[in-house]
């Protein structure tokens, strides 16, 4: 391109060079408009809405094959909805809000070849991809310690709003599963047992928080701590790793994966525009997912547990 308008500019035709010099200024500039917009975003609290859906056939009439190795692993740096805001430990870090895609979702309830597995709107901080948590999600039947549809999905911002999804649905083996005294082990332990299959790990969870005793009018002595319904415990974890606080000899240890017959993987990388639905598709997984922009008063505050430190 650069060279093309230097020979076209070359020589007498001093109007059109003027025009190709101004057309070079106004997209130099409407670049660094949008890069400053972007970069401005870091730090921002946006409205995010996801729905997940599943294809019935979705496999069988593409040409595409379920993947025989997935690679299926989760973030160490992560968020749940179950994790607990910083600012208020009682309220919880990604902050609900109202479904704006009722109407897309009944869309699909309406057609017998889709099912809904997820459906969510919440409230996130946006950082840069080098600090932005992954969010957990799943969906779906469940079965165990799992669901048919689990992964997560990442949003950040560098130059332009990204997002990054890795999601995988599965499809759980008929045969015996691993036992229970296995569950210890390690995923290469427990490869070497004989389980034949894909190896899904466990999702890692954020414990509920439990209720505050000094509740006022003795609601607190009334009622029964909240637990975790995963493992039992009164604890409740702030950051991406295991570290929690609780008494965890109490703790009922996950399984360290359960074995699919079959997985189907949705790894997307994707520039977004905040405001419009965008939409993802797959064989067999469909996403629709809008970010939106929030008004905040002065004294609304961000959640340090979706900021870097």
Not at 33 to 46: D, I, N, S
Not at 69 to 78: E, G, R, S, V
Not at 194 to 217: D, F, H, N, W, Y
């Amino acid at each position: 391109m650069t060279s093309f308008l230097n020979r076209v500019t070359q020589g007498p035709n001093k109007p059109f060079q003027r025009l190709a010099n101004s057309a070079l200024l106004a997209l130099s500039a409407a670049f660094c408009v949008a890069e400053a917009q972007a970069a401005g975003y870091a730090g921002t609290q946006f409205e995010i809405e996801m729905v997940v859906f599943s294809r019935e056939e979705g496999m069988q009439t593409s040409r595409e094959t379920w993947p025989a190795t997935p690679k299926l692993a989760y973030d160490k740096h992560w968020v749940d909805f179950n994790s607990p805001s910083t600012n208020d430990p009682l309220l919880p870090a990604l902050e609900p809000a109202a479904n704006q895609l009722n109407n897309k979702v009944a869309s699909l309830n309406r057609n017998p070849r889709y099912t809904v597995l997820f459906h969510k709107t919440w409230r996130q901080v946006l950082q840069t991809e080098r600090n932005a948590p992954a969010v957990l999600i799943n969906g779906g039947t469940p079965s165990d310690e799992h669901h048919q549809l689990e992964g997560s999905v990442t949003i950040s911002v560098s130059r332009y709003l990204h997002l990054s999804t890795d999601l995988w649905f599965s499809e759980w083996a008929q045969q015996a599963q691993l036992q229970p005294t296995d569950w210890n082990m390690e995923p290469q332990q427990a490869e070497s047992t004989g389980a034949q299959g894909i190896a899904v790990p466990t999702q890692p969870r954020a414990p509920l928080l439990p209720v505050a005793e000094s509740e006022p009018l003795g609601l607190g002595a009334s009622a029964e701590p909240a637990t975790n319904s995963v493992n039992g415990s009164n604890s409740f974890s702030t950051s991406a790793d295991f570290a929690s606080f609780g008494d965890k000899e109490n703790t009922r240890a996950l399984p360290v994966e359960k074995i699919a017959e079959r997985v189907a993987v949705l790894q997307e990388e994707r520039r977004l525009r905040s405001g419009e639905l965008h939409y993802i598709d797959h064989p067999k997984l469909g996403v629709l997912i809008e970010v939106r922009t929030v008004e905040h008063t002065e004294d609304e505050e961000q959640d340090p547990l979706l900021q870097s430190e």
